[in-house]
């Protein structure tokens, strides 16, 4: 299995391809819907974010607290589509890689295609494996939005499947449509 | 006249927070043999792997005591209560203070807003939806299901028409599972509630989400219908997370209740891979 560690190069992108299973390891920030909402509200304001999304890596997800012995809790992911409306947007920004579950939609997939993007799938459900890939958790920004509020990650060979390739082939979507 | 049992509210808020911390803990065996057999099953590679990862993420859930998932869920709760029975004191604030005990007591996460609208964070995963209903004896029957919104919002309900038939209301429980493809996290169980009025249906798909894996329908009639649906939902290939194979759907579980001469209401309740519920009878 493929080991990559972020930040993501033109070349290791161009190089994955669509089902193809890898082991990440680096920064990633999280963040879900109220995230992105407020994200995408600074961009149309022309205020600075919170954090450099140029080249980054964003986990769709909202974490369990972490018990006392832990760095976090379960940290699994959540369903893509819901920020569908905001990651276009996000990817003209400089967002270069998204990590969630579920297929995209086509103006995703269109952007993803267009500025050598890649989305990521992690397996839905397994947030107690997920957290132990996680290395060091740090509060970003957003503390007011709880579990939704933008943590930096250091994960270590954190499972993932190519879901959305830089030509733009879909995991999810061909397999809805033909069958197996 | 027979004796009635008194039961302490106190004893019913003990029981919640129990339950709230296993079952967001710990799958059921019954689940957790089904992966087991469709890891067993299945051929393609992202089908294996995908189903190791869920029977690994159980067993690191087990041991460690961490939520099996992070979206430990809004909390869904069934009381059967005895004719015999007397609570003292407040049912649901017991259960409700259950809830937040569990929720604090297991680091889990708290998904539940006081407002649709405002979307406040409730701050302690209170309150839960309850579900009382009255049996026959002296006893307390508590059932706590967490339910994610990965699988609830990819539930349905649809009045059909009698000129559907049961074959419309078999092809309205497919396209629901095809529609929700990866984001329900397959392989799921599929809760379908038939007849009733509309609320009777959405609460029977749900209750139906609790029969064992393995236990037939008790009606020849409705266990061939689940297990004919099965095989149509397994012939998607969505397969486990989605990316594609012979297992979207580890069962599908019906309960039917008598209806109107004029309806067909069907509802589509789906679980995820580990469908998290716990009992225990008082």
């Known amino acids: ?180 | 006249m027979s004796e009635i049992r008194v039961i302490e509210a106190a004893k019913i808020t003990d029981a919640v927070a129990e339950l709230c911390i296993s079952a967001n803990i710990s799958i059921g065996v019954d689940i957790k043999q089904a992966l087991s057999n469709a890891h067993d099953f299945e051929t393609a590679p992202l089908a294996k792997s995908v189903l190791k990862t869920l029977l690994e993420n159980a067993d690191i859930a087990e041991r460690e005591r961490l939520p099996i998932c992070q979206d430990t869920g809004m909390v869904v709760v069934f009381a059967w209560l005895g004719t015999r029975v007397h609570v003292s004191g407040n049912i649901t604030a017991a259960i409700n203070e259950g809830v937040r005990r569990g929720y604090r007591d297991g680091y889990f996460r708290n998904s539940v807003v006081a407002d649709p609208q405002s979307r406040i964070n409730t701050g302690d995963n209170s309150p839960a939806v309850i579900h009382y209903d009255f049996v026959e004896g002296d006893s307390v029957k508590l059932a706590v299901m967490p339910k994610g919104f990965g699988s609830e919002n990819m539930s349905a309900v649809r009045m059909l028409k009698l000129s559907d038939g049961i074959s419309g209301a078999e092809n309205f429980v497919v396209e629901t599972v095809q529609s929700a493809g990866a984001n329900p996290c397959p392989p799921v169980i599929v809760g379908v509630g038939i007849g009733g009025t509309l609320e009777k249906a959405a609460l029977l798909s749900k209750q139906a989400l609790l029969r064992e894996i393995g236990e037939v329908h008790s009606d020849p009639f409705w266990a061939e219908f689940e297990a004919r649906l099965l095989a149509r939902i397994n012939a998607l290939g969505i397969g486990p997370s989605g990316f594609g194979g012979h297992t979207t759907a580890l069962a599908v579980r019906v309960l039917a209740y008598p209806t109107h001469i004029a309806g067909l209401p069907v509802a589509v309740n789906i679980g995820c891979h580990a469908t998290r519920h716990k009992t225990v009878i008082l």
């Not at chain 1, 161009?14 to 879900?32: D, H, K, M, Y």
């Not at chain 1, 499972?159 to 879909?170: I, K, T």
């Open chain 1, 1 to 180: 299995m493929k080991k990559i560690t972020t930040p993501f190069t033109t070349e290791t992108i161009e190089n994955l391809q669509v089902g193809e299973e890898i082991l990440l390891s680096g920064e990633i920030f999280t963040a879900r819907d109220a995230a992105h909402k407020r994200v995408c509200e600074m961009l149309d304001c022309g205020l600075p974010l919170p954090f450099e999304i140029s080249g980054q890596v964003v986990y769709y997800t909202g974490p369990c607290p972490a018990p006392p012995d832990k760095i976090i809790g379960s940290v699994g992911p959540t369903t893509s589509a819901r920020m569908d409306a905001y990651a276009p947007r996000l990817i003209r920004a400089g967002l270069r890689v998204m990590i969630g579950k579920g297929a995209r939609n086509s103006a995703v997939v269109s952007a993803i295609r267009e500025h050598k993007g890649l989305y990521l799938a992690a397996v839905g459900g397994a947030g107690a494996l997920l957290s132990l890939c996680v290395e060091r958790a740090e509060l970003i920004a957003f503390e007011d939005l709880g579990a939704e509020a933008v943590y930096k990650l250091t994960v270590r060979d954190m499972p993932l499947v190519v879901a959305v390739d830089c030509g733009g082939a879909e995991l999810m979507r061909n397999i809805t449509i033909s069958g197996v």
